[in-house]
């Protein structure tokens, strides 16, 4: 326990911001927040490469979803990706439905480039889980697509494996909170 007296601590100092060996506390505990946020970034980066099939689509729909409405050029940019490797995939993606693209209103003559603007989490794991679904039921069938008997609970009609997506900010939106704690 501090008396407040730097002579009664251990190490001479009062201070919680000093670290023993030399270091401040404070720049250590930045260091690691950066260093688990780059994590976390990889990780969900890793996901969105499965999801999107590659990790070049996945950098970009990142990209659109912390900036929308941006062009292709703005998007290379942000991105750090070729400009033509940008303009592919958006032209890709948004075949697909997964970014909707408009044109930029300008003032002036010239060139209005599209705007492009990544769907919501939700609805791109929406459009994606029923081939998840699909394919774990696949899985968990093997046996009976090999005609191989195995011990196994009585089955129905149904499929095995059922998966529901609910979007967050619908449940927000319903304002039953009865029972939710």
Do not use: C
Not at 50 to 71: C, F, G, K
Not at 99 to 106: A, W
């Amino acid at each position: 326990m501090s008396t407040g007296d730097p002579s009664d601590d251990v190490d001479g100092t009062d201070s919680p911001d000093e670290d023993p060996e030399g270091g401040d506390v404070r720049d250590r505990l930045e260091e690691e927040a950066d260093r688990a946020i780059e994590g976390f970034d990889e990780g969900v980066v890793d996901l969105l490469s499965w999801v999107l099939e590659t990790e070049t689509r996945a950098r970009i729909y990142v990209y659109l979803r912390e900036n929308p409405e941006s062009t292709s050029d703005e998007t290379a940019d942000g991105t750090g990706l070729y400009p033509s490797t940008v303009r592919e995939a958006l032209a890709e993606l948004h075949d697909e439905g997964k970014v909707t693209r408009r044109k930029r209103e300008s003032d002036g003559a010239g060139n209005n480039p599209y705007e492009y603007a990544a769907m919501a989490p939700s609805e791109l794991v929406g459009n994606i889980i029923d081939d998840v679904q699909e394919q774990l039921n696949a899985v968990f069938n093997l046996d009976d697509a090999l005609d191989i008997e195995t011990p196994a609970p009585p089955t129905t009609d149904e499929d095995p494996v059922t998966i529901t997506v609910e979007d967050a900010s619908d449940e927000a939106d319903d304002g039953d909170d009865e029972g939710d704690l």
